[in-house]
Structure formats: structure tokens, C-alpha cells
């Protein structure tokens, strides 16, 4: 799994959503389950971008991540403000956007993998 797009959700169903949406960016589009998981396939395959949900990941994890294994994240959330948003930016996010707006969410990710 080459350049990897990893999603973790709060919501399997939502999640399956992504997977469909992020189609159109990559041929590899797969979930995860846990932080642990994520780790877990990092350490065999290639990851460029990871979408997280704020509901399973502290800021904290996203820059761990980050640092660690030099991911793109594009954060989720349910009820995502302004504040949140530049909290996620300073952890190293490229984006965090509304849980449900699965177009916002390929967008990001599109503009994660043209670089």
C-alpha cells in the first residue's frame, strides 16, 4: 500500500463515506481503528495522508504523529470552530474540517497529495 490514505473516524459508516469520496485521490484508501492500528500499518507501508477524527485523537497525537512519522493529517470533528481549527494548524494539521463534509475533506486531501 504505496502513498496510503489512512482514515480514522469515530463513525464506521462515515468512515466507508470517506473511503468512496477519497476514491477519486487515490487508489489506496483504507480505515484504521485506533491510534495503535495506525502505528501499527505505518510500520509496513507507505502513509502520505491520515484523516482524524478530533473525537478519537488529542492535538497532542496529531503532532506526535506528525513528527513521527512525517504523515499529512487532515483532522475531523463534529462541531469544528475557529478556534479548534487554528489549534489543529498549530499541531501540525493541514486542515480540520466538518466531520459530514466529505467533499471538504477530499479537497484538503487533494491539496495534501499535489504537492
Same mark, same amino acid.
Given at each position: 500500500?504505496?502513498?496510503?490514505?489512512?482514515?480514522?473516524?469515530?463513525?464506521?459508516?462515515?468512515?466507508?463515506?470517506?473511503?468512496?469520496?477519497?476514491?477519486?485521490?487515490?487508489?489506496?484508501?483504507?480505515?484504521?481503528?485506533?491510534?495503535?492500528?495506525?502505528?501499527?500499518?505505518?510500520?509496513?507501508?507507505?502513509?502520505?495522508? *491520515?484523516?482524524?477524527?478530533?473525537?478519537? *485523537?488529542?492535538?497532542?497525537?496529531?503532532?506526535?504523529?506528525?513528527?513521527?512519522?512525517?504523515?499529512?493529517?487532515?483532522?475531523?470533528?463534529?462541531?469544528?470552530?475557529?478556534?479548534?481549527?487554528?489549534?489543529?494548524?498549530?499541531?501540525?494539521?493541514?486542515?480540520?474540517?466538518?466531520?459530514?463534509?466529505?467533499?471538504?475533506?477530499?479537497?484538503?486531501v487533494k491539496l495534501s497529495t499535489a504537492a
Amino acid at each position: 500500500m504505496a502513498n496510503a490514505i489512512v482514515i480514522l473516524q469515530n463513525d464506521p459508516a462515515r468512515a466507508e463515506r470517506l473511503v468512496a469520496t477519497m476514491k477519486s485521490v487515490s487508489s489506496s484508501v483504507r480505515t484504521v481503528q485506533s491510534v495503535a492500528e495506525l502505528k501499527n500499518l505505518a510500520a509496513r507501508s507507505s502513509i502520505r495522508v *491520515v484523516v482524524l477524527d478530533l473525537d478519537l *485523537v488529542t492535538l497532542q497525537d496529531v503532532t506526535g504523529l506528525r513528527r513521527q512519522y512525517g504523515f499529512e493529517i487532515v483532522c475531523t470533528h463534529h462541531a469544528p470552530d475557529d478556534a479548534m481549527w487554528t489549534a489543529a494548524l498549530g499541531a501540525g494539521a493541514l486542515d480540520c474540517c466538518f466531520v459530514g463534509d466529505a467533499p471538504g475533506i477530499c479537497r484538503a486531501v487533494k491539496l495534501s497529495t499535489a504537492a
